[in-house]
């Protein structure tokens, strides 16, 4: 074991009190994050969000006991007892008149869709809709605010790309522009409720791993926040589409690159121009050469949408791939049909929430609902680790250590799991089931080669990806404890204790083992912390 993996906390590490009681209080932190701040992430506040929108401002809907006026606006108090882990709108209200439930429409998936996305061969062009400009997140649109700001008449209403033109025209209006829409994301972001509603369809698309391929004219970064991809923002970037992972086409620019940013007559002339004849448009053809367009949050009138379909009609000519457009206006069904589109009314997450269901049946796609338990499985073993340090001293019981790291390796797991679950990383039940025998190798070969404690980390890392695949039953029997040699691992500090004891003369070449590590690198009051670095086959990552 090199000491490289293996760090000591304690007395050796500039913490203070018996046995690190500052990093308990660390971890003490960390559960509740994890507890409360992913509890959010994967069931929303806890409340049922009823958003209905009758009026100008969106009123948020709540069981009548839990409603109270103020100035005009409905709030709720929090969901507590058996309703506080029910998903966001689980709980009754009234659909027909709910923002976020009234566009769900029924549909009928094409079989094509389903095969194209079972080859990965799916890409997503996603507009504004789908983003910040919707009532849902703002009550205002951008353009809505430009054109006030600019005191135009209520009927002069001018294409958004000269609305742009006419602001940038003023002393330093490029300058203002762009810090008015960074200031707008700034919003969004500062308010988690907003912000989950300008993710939703991000969120929900994030675990549909079947797709790593996305196109924007969005200059939010929320495929990058939310779905893990790489974003392809300037014509150097657009040579490299074919990389691995997931990417994101910023046709428009980004708000991360303010020079990138396209808005005004002057932009989408050059914009065009490299569309016809640079890199841009290459890597677009080469792209969806062989590729499924799906199409979400455009409008039959948005210009975006209409010049990017026509430019891939008229270049791709009769090898133009079929494309679907995710859209809410049944009126432009004809007009759809004529651009060569398949309409799907619906809404966009809901879309994205069928069609997962549907693969969900085909044994390889892992339901999102398989990863809510994950947080508090991440809680239990950062609190089985804090008792086993507490109730046994590594000096006289230096077997622990094993144990130790055991549960160094289900944290690092179970926290790996959270932290890329929105790139789609452990959704894929084949690929977890890959990682679990590649890993089940890796402890084979560490236990031949005697490091003792890079096999228990593999052991416990190894079991946190069991657990992800498991059913209800399965779960229950996840061991938080480890003793070396053992068929039947411990699940309780008690059991633990027991099968201690019971392991004997089994055990005792590890003991020896574990009191010279003890003696050689732990201090009197230092525990044993294993990193996410392995010795053997260190090529290899976790």
């Given at each position: 074991?090199?000491r490289?993996?293996l760090?000591?906390s304690?007395?050796?590490?500039?913490?203070?009190?018996?046995?690190g009681?500052?990093?308990?209080?660390?971890?003490?932190?960390?559960?509740?994050?994890y507890v409360e701040g992913?509890r959010s992430?994967?069931?929303?506040?806890?409340?049922?969000?009823?958003l209905?929108?009758?009026?100008?401002?969106?009123v948020i809907?709540?069981?009548?006991?839990?409603?109270?006026k103020?100035?005009?606006?409905?709030?709720?108090?929090?969901?507590?007892g058996?309703?506080a882990r029910?998903p966001?709108?689980?709980l009754?209200h009234d659909?027909?008149?709910?923002v976020m439930?009234?566009d769900r429409h029924?549909f009928i998936?094409?079989d094509?869709l389903?095969?194209?996305l079972?080859?990965q061969?799916v890409v997503?062009?996603a507009?504004a809709?789908v983003?910040?400009?919707?009532?849902?997140v703002f009550?205002?649109?951008?353009y809505?605010e430009?054109?006030?700001?600019?005191?135009?008449?209520e009927?002069?209403?001018?294409a958004?790309s000269?609305?742009m033109s006419?602001?940038c025209?003023r002393?330093d209006?490029?300058?203002?522009?762009?810090?008015?829409?960074?200031?707008?994301?700034a919003?969004?972001?500062g308010?988690p409720e907003?912000?989950?509603?300008?993710?939703r369809?991000h969120?929900?698309?994030?675990t549909?791993f079947y797709?790593d391929t996305?196109?924007t004219?969005?200059?939010d970064?929320?495929?990058?926040?939310?779905?893990g991809?790489?974003p392809l923002?300037n014509?150097?970037?657009f040579?490299?589409w074919n990389v691995?992972?997931?990417k994101?086409?910023?046709?428009h620019?980004?708000?991360?690159n303010f020079?990138?940013v396209?808005?005004?007559d002057?932009?989408?002339?050059?914009?065009?121009?490299q569309l016809?004849?640079?890199t841009?448009?290459?890597a677009?053809?080469?792209?969806?050469?062989?590729?499924?367009?799906?199409y979400?949050g455009?409008?039959?009138?948005?210009?975006?949408?209409l010049n990017i379909h026509?430019?891939?009609s008229?270049?791709?000519k009769e090898?133009?791939p079929v494309?679907?457009?995710v859209?809410?206006d049944?009126s432009?069904?004809?007009?759809?049909?004529?651009?060569g589109?398949?309409?799907?009314?619906t809404?966009a997450?809901h879309?994205v929430?069928?069609?997962?269901?549907?693969?969900?049946?085909?044994?390889?796609?892992?339901?999102?609902?398989?990863?809510d338990?994950?947080p508090?499985?991440?809680s239990r073993a950062?609190?089985e680790?804090?008792r086993?340090h507490r109730?046994?001293?590594v000096?006289?019981?230096p077997?622990?250590?094993y144990?130790a790291?055991?549960q160094?390796g289900?944290?690092?797991?179970?926290e790996?799991i959270?932290?890329?679950s929105?790139a789609?990383?452990?959704?894929h039940k084949?690929t977890?089931?890959l990682?679990?025998?590649?890993y089940?190798?890796m402890r084979?070969?560490?236990?031949?080669?005697?490091?003792y404690l890079?096999a228990?980390?593999i052991?416990g890392y190894?079991n946190?990806?069991?657990?992800?695949?498991?059913g209800d039953e399965?779960?229950?029997?996840?061991p938080f404890?480890?003793?070396?040699g053992?068929?039947?691992?411990?699940?309780t500090?008690?059991?633990?204790k027991?099968?201690?004891k019971a392991s004997?003369?089994?055990?005792?070449?590890f003991?020896l083992?574990?009191?010279?590590i003890?003696?050689?690198q732990?201090g009197p009051s230092?525990?044993l912390h294993h990193?996410?670095?392995?010795t053997w086959?260190?090529?290899?990552?976790l």
């Amino acid at each position: 074991m090199s000491r490289a993996n293996l760090v000591r906390s304690g007395s050796g590490c500039q913490e203070t009190g018996s046995r690190g009681e500052r990093r308990r209080e660390w971890r003490s932190q960390v559960r509740k994050f994890y507890v409360e701040g992913l509890r959010s992430r994967f069931f929303g506040s806890g409340t049922c969000f009823g958003l209905r929108a009758d009026a100008k401002v969106v009123v948020i809907m709540a069981p009548r006991s839990a409603r109270f006026k103020r100035s005009g606006i409905s709030a709720l108090d929090g969901v507590s007892g058996k309703n506080a882990r029910k998903p966001t709108h689980d709980l009754v209200h009234d659909k027909s008149t709910c923002v976020m439930c009234r566009d769900r429409h029924a549909f009928i998936v094409p079989d094509h869709l389903l095969k194209q996305l079972s080859k990965q061969n799916v890409v997503i062009f996603a507009g504004a809709g789908v983003s910040t400009e919707t009532a849902s997140v703002f009550p205002w649109s951008l353009y809505d605010e430009i054109h006030e700001s600019l005191g135009l008449a209520e009927d002069n209403k001018p294409a958004f790309s000269k609305l742009m033109s006419l602001y940038c025209a003023r002393p330093d209006g490029r300058r203002e522009l762009l810090e008015r829409v960074r200031a707008r994301l700034a919003y969004i972001r500062g308010f988690p409720e907003i912000y989950r509603a300008a993710t939703r369809f991000h969120r929900e698309l994030s675990t549909l791993f079947y797709v790593d391929t996305y196109v924007t004219t969005n200059w939010d970064d929320f495929f990058e926040r939310e779905c893990g991809a790489t974003p392809l923002v300037n014509a150097e970037d657009f040579v490299f589409w074919n990389v691995g992972g997931r990417k994101v086409f910023k046709l428009h620019g980004s708000v991360s690159n303010f020079g990138s940013v396209i808005a005004t007559d002057e932009d989408y002339r050059q914009a065009q121009r490299q569309l016809e004849r640079g890199t841009l448009g290459s890597a677009l053809k080469l792209m969806l050469a062989t590729k499924t367009i799906v199409y979400v949050g455009y409008s039959f009138s948005d210009y975006d949408f209409l010049n990017i379909h026509r430019y891939i009609s008229r270049e791709l000519k009769e090898i133009a791939p079929v494309a679907y457009i995710v859209s809410l206006d049944r009126s432009a069904r004809d007009r759809f049909k004529k651009l060569g589109l398949t309409p799907i009314f619906t809404d966009a997450a809901h879309f994205v929430q069928v069609l997962k269901r549907h693969f969900e049946a085909d044994g390889h796609y892992l339901p999102d609902a398989r990863l809510d338990d994950i947080p508090f499985a991440l809680s239990r073993a950062q609190m089985e680790h804090d008792r086993l340090h507490r109730t046994l001293n590594v000096t006289a019981n230096p077997e622990i250590i094993y144990s130790a790291c055991y549960q160094d390796g289900l944290i690092h797991a179970f926290e790996r799991i959270l932290s890329r679950s929105h790139a789609g990383d452990y959704s894929h039940k084949c690929t977890v089931a890959l990682k679990v025998q590649k890993y089940n190798s890796m402890r084979k070969e560490n236990l031949h080669a005697r490091r003792y404690l890079d096999a228990a980390y593999i052991e416990g890392y190894m079991n946190a990806l069991v657990y992800l695949l498991s059913g209800d039953e399965g779960r229950a029997h996840l061991p938080f404890y480890f003793v070396c040699g053992v068929d039947r691992q411990p699940v309780t500090l008690a059991e633990y204790k027991k099968a201690v004891k019971a392991s004997g003369r089994l055990n005792k070449k590890f003991k020896l083992l574990a009191k010279r590590i003890v003696r050689e690198q732990l201090g009197p009051s230092d525990d044993l912390h294993h990193t996410p670095f392995l010795t053997w086959r260190a090529e290899s990552a976790l």
